[in-house]
């Protein structure tokens, strides 16, 4: 375990260092996060019945802007490298698990950006900007305790698929096909283009049980108060069986897939 905590603070560190990546990065996200709230704020002047409303829709954007940093938009890079040039080999020869030395760095590799580009963004919507552009403070302290819970197993969970994205490389040498499907589908699906509380019932309820749902929805929704306390468990339950799930075929995968490997180059 001491190895796994040594290399996730090492790869954190390295991380921190890409300032200028993570400013460019607020730009964009702030810039995308005006666009998506004006966007909001015309079909919501159109009147009608809404799950959410304007104020609880337009914090869900800006929350989802500030944490677009943790989603599995691709597996780790340099490991991806590492295969394709036949580096991989030194991997192996670790003395830890290769499953859980990935997942760690994947931990690494989601939290450091995050924390990076969330608070500007999240401080700058909160305190700068007025109605109905601005982003509110949470529904109330309970809600404000639940979204911790369920945005830390959000970040499990979006390791285990990062980790995923990663593994399968070593099936598809390249993996620029996963790295360029996988994002779409999970910004649409996860609630990141319009929240799920606005698509319809059934749809939506379908949504609510799948992994995608559990890695952004579910804990904006905790934050803005639309998931109350008392259902909370629920949704909690259903992100530990996806990270169980998820963790343990991405586990497995790298084992079956490692006695067929093939080192090329290196």
């Known amino acids: 375990m001491k190895s ?3 290399l996730i603070k090492m790869r954190f560190i ?18 995308f996060g005006f666009v998506r709230v004006m966007i909001l704020i015309a079909f919501f002047s159109n009147g009608g019945e809404y799950p959410l409303n304007l104020k609880d829709t337009v914090t869900y ?43 760690s760095r994947a931990l690494a590799l989601r939290v450091a950006p995050t924390m990076l580009k969330s608070f500007p963004i ?10 109905p552009y601005r982003m509110y403070p949470p529904e109330s302290f309970s809600s404000l305790i639940l979204w911790g819970i369920g945005t830390v ?9 990062t980790n995923i994205i990663t593994i399968l490389t070593l099936f598809t040498i390249s993996g620029e096909g996963l790295n360029r499907i996988l994002p ?10 319009v929240p799920l509380p606005l698509f319809p019932d059934r749809f939506r309820k379908v949504l609510e049980v ?17 998931i109350t ?7 909690f339950s259903i992100q530990l069986i996806w990270i169980v799930v998820l963790i343990g075929f991405g586990y497995l995968l790298l084992n079956k897939l490692l006695k067929r490997v093939e080192i090329m180059g290196g």
């Open 184 to 193: 779409s589908i999970i910004t649409f699906l996860s609630g990141m283009i």
């Open 14 to 31: 390295l991380l921190l260092q890409y300032r200028a990546a993570a400013f460019a990065g607020i730009c964009t996200q702030v810039l």
């Open 122 to 131: 999240i401080l700058l919507s909160m305190v700068f900007l007025k109605e």
């Open 210 to 226: 799948m992994p995608f749902s559990s890695i952004l929805d579910v804990p904006l929704r905790l934050y803005i108060g639309d």
């Open 61 to 103: 954007i800006w929350l989802s802007q500030g944490l677009i940093a943790m989603f599995p938009w691709n597996g780790d890079k340099e490991i991806q490298a590492m295969i394709k040039s036949g580096g991989v080999a030194y991997e192996l020869c670790r003395p830890t698990n290769l499953y859980f030395t990935w997942y």
């Open 4 to 6: 796994y905590i040594i």
């Open 153 to 161: 197993l959000a970040l499990f969970l979006s390791c285990a698929i």
């Open 229 to 235: 306390a008392d259902k909370a468990l629920y949704f």
